[in-house]
Structures are given as C-alpha cells and as structure tokens.
C-alpha cells in the first residue's frame, strides 16, 4: 500500500484525480468510505476524475457511462467493460492504496 493523500483533501462532493506508483486513481469520499478507481474511462479510456459523483457512482464527462464505486461496472452504456477498482486503507489521516490488487 501506499500513500495516495490525507484524507482531508477528499471532498465528499468530487472525484481526486491522483496517483499511485505510476497509476492513474481516482479517490472518491462518500462519508467515512473511500473508494479507489483506475483513473480511465473502459470506453473511451478519458479521465474519470474530470467527471461527477451521482448517486449511482461516478459518472464519465465524455459520454455519460457511470462506474459503480464499489465493483467498477458500470450501470448505463456505452461503457460494457468495468474499471479497476483498488484496496484502500485509512490510516488517521493518511489514504493508502495498494494498485498492485484490484477488487474486482
């Protein structure tokens, strides 16, 4: 694992484009979760931090797929194909993220 951010400069409101040993990660905040995702569309491989958190996941600015936060799938086209998602560890205010396992 490493260390991504503090956990304060996550915003519950948008995604935190990071990242972690060479990967691309977005961070999401919803209450006391965080949620890492590999920072690329699967259908038009655009960054998913420039998109918006919705109450299905994280929605892609360029044609609208949304990622489940918890899984990667995504819940509505052109997207077929899941994102990586990654572990993720609080540690007091140190977010840590092991990009060398996905949970999905």
């Given at each position: 694992?490493?260390?991504?951010?503090?956990?304060?400069?996550?915003?519950?409101?948008?995604?935190f484009?990071?990242?972690v040993?060479?990967?691309?990660?977005?961070?999401?905040?919803?209450?006391?979760?965080?949620?890492?995702?590999?920072?690329?569309?699967?259908?038009a491989?655009?960054?998913?931090?420039?998109?918006?958190?919705?109450?299905?996941?994280?929605?892609?600015?360029?044609?609208?797929?949304?990622?489940?936060?918890?899984?990667?799938?995504?819940?509505?086209?052109?997207?077929?194909?899941?994102?990586?998602?990654?572990?993720?560890?609080?540690?007091?205010?140190d977010v840590?993220?092991d990009?060398?396992?996905?949970?999905?």
């Amino acid at each position: 694992m490493s260390r991504a951010c503090a956990l304060t400069d996550l915003d519950d409101s948008k995604p935190f484009a990071v990242e972690v040993d060479d990967v691309p990660v977005v961070l999401v905040r919803r209450g006391e979760q965080v949620h890492a995702l590999r920072d690329s569309c699967s259908h038009a491989e655009v960054s998913l931090s420039e998109g918006e958190l919705t109450r299905k996941g994280l929605e892609c600015w360029l044609h609208g797929s949304c990622f489940d936060l918890r899984t990667g799938a995504p819940s509505s086209p052109p997207a077929t194909d899941p994102v990586e998602v990654f572990p993720v560890t609080v540690n007091g205010d140190d977010v840590l993220v092991d990009v060398t396992t996905t949970l999905n």
